[in-house]
């Protein structure tokens, strides 16, 4: 079978399922397809069902959809929806995302759908909104691991493992490591984490020379 015919079932399936609200069932459908499938199963539906699809998912799973799509087709998308849906799936959206998203919205649209985001996530988006879009403040993610030197690979990983739903949409390959005053000794690699003795202390495997930049730095200054 070719690759438009299984896109051409998908969205025969899809639409049904959208016809009789079966929520369930279509959150399922969107989990099994790869990001390729997603991106063409949006694409082949028409605004009204493309509306239905994401009022229907919920907001962690249209935020994983949202994600996936062109930014151009998800900025057209969200700034079509209820402003109280549009809040909701970008309150579970990574940070540099939601701003991408917000920044490209009719001013008018944008405050709307600040304005119902929680409070927290708001705060964050204008923060970022701050900067101008080529600096290495407007690159920046608000969601980021910080841990204290004192502390040893066991209790970090125990503490990720117990709180695996709030990071779970965490894609850093870092971790920050400061000491009780926060000051910030040093950035230790996932993978030397995980590979570490589990009595270890985080301030014998850490990297302690960190390069930093100023936030307001210009683009074509970092790659110089």
Sequence with gaps: M???SITYEVRKRVIHLMEINDAEA???IMEDLTSKDIVHLIGHLNRNDQMKLFTLLSPEDAAEV???????QAVEIIGDMETEDAAAILNEMESDDQTDLIMELDNEDAQAILNKMEPEEAASVRMLLSYEFDTA???????YFSFFED????????????NSEKYQDYQLKHIFVTDRFQKLKGVLKMQDLLLGQ???FLSDILIKEVLSVNHFAKLDELIE
């Design 66 to 72: 949202m994600e996936e799509i062109p930014e151009i």
């Design 2 to 4: 070719s690759e438009e």
């Design 26 to 28: 279509i959150a399922q």
């Design 151 to 162: 502390q040893t690979v066991k209790q970090i990983t125990e503490n990720l493992r117990l």
């Design 137 to 143: 403040g407007g690159m920046m993610h608000t969601e």
């Design 198 to 200: 589990i009595d270890d």
